[in-house]
């Protein structure tokens, strides 16, 4: 049984799974399935629109972002180290279960990369008149790529009206040990770039 956690939580994710090595994150959300005709559908924004959410992971060193190889998105989809796998781009959000997912290798992890930082943006925001607002059911969670055991979830909630990225969650080494950590802020970055200039 996976483990839920509410934003501001943190979790051991190896001192409890002794062996654990390679880990799915699943990330999903839906579009807010509204009708045509009302203020969203006049404005061209709206869950009838194509919402392209992207998630990315940010690899910090010592808690900055010092080289856009650290960056994994749809545009890099593989760490140069090989820890971090991207498996593609999911353009509409539609569909049951995870929208993106990425390949984590925690061994192989360089040893001066002490932060993973999962964050979504949505694709063309600003054109496309569209925010987390428009957004449900968003959640990410972690499964042991072993034995396909979800080990914990976490349902982003709140209301993120406005917000047109997202910090979702952080893994991140903790002594000999890694962690995950419920993030869940949103921000009003238009695009990653934006996103990453935060850790820099």
Request: hydrophobic content about 35%; charged content about 20%.
């Amino acid at each position: 049984m996976a483990i839920v956690l509410q934003k501001g939580q943190r979790i051991d994710l190896t001192k409890g799974n002794p062996g654990l090595e390679k880990i799915m994150v699943g990330l999903g959300w839906d579009p807010i399935q509204r009708k045509s005709g009302g203020l969203l559908g006049m404005f061209g924004g709206g869950g009838n629109a194509n919402f392209d959410i992207d998630a990315s992971v940010i690899m910090l060193q010592d808690d900055k972002f010092v080289s856009n190889e650290n960056l994994i998105y749809f545009g890099n989809l593989q760490s140069s180290c090989g820890s971090i796998v991207h498996t593609g781009d999911n353009l509409t959000g539609e569909g049951e279960g995870d929208d993106e997912q990425i390949l984590i290798n925690l061994k192989s992890i360089p040893s001066h990369i002490n932060k993973l930082v999962f964050v979504v943006n949505i694709y063309d925001c600003v054109a496309r008149k569209q925010d987390f607002g428009m957004v449900e059911n968003a959640f990410i969670r972690v499964v042991n790529s072993a034995t396909r055991e979800e080990l914990l979830k976490f349902n982003l909630s709140e209301d993120y009206s406005g917000s047109t990225s997202l910090t979702v969650a952080e893994i991140y080494r903790h002594g000999s040990d890694w962690k995950f950590a419920a993030v869940g802020t949103g921000t009003r970055d238009t695009g990653l770039r934006e996103l990453v200039r935060r850790y820099t």
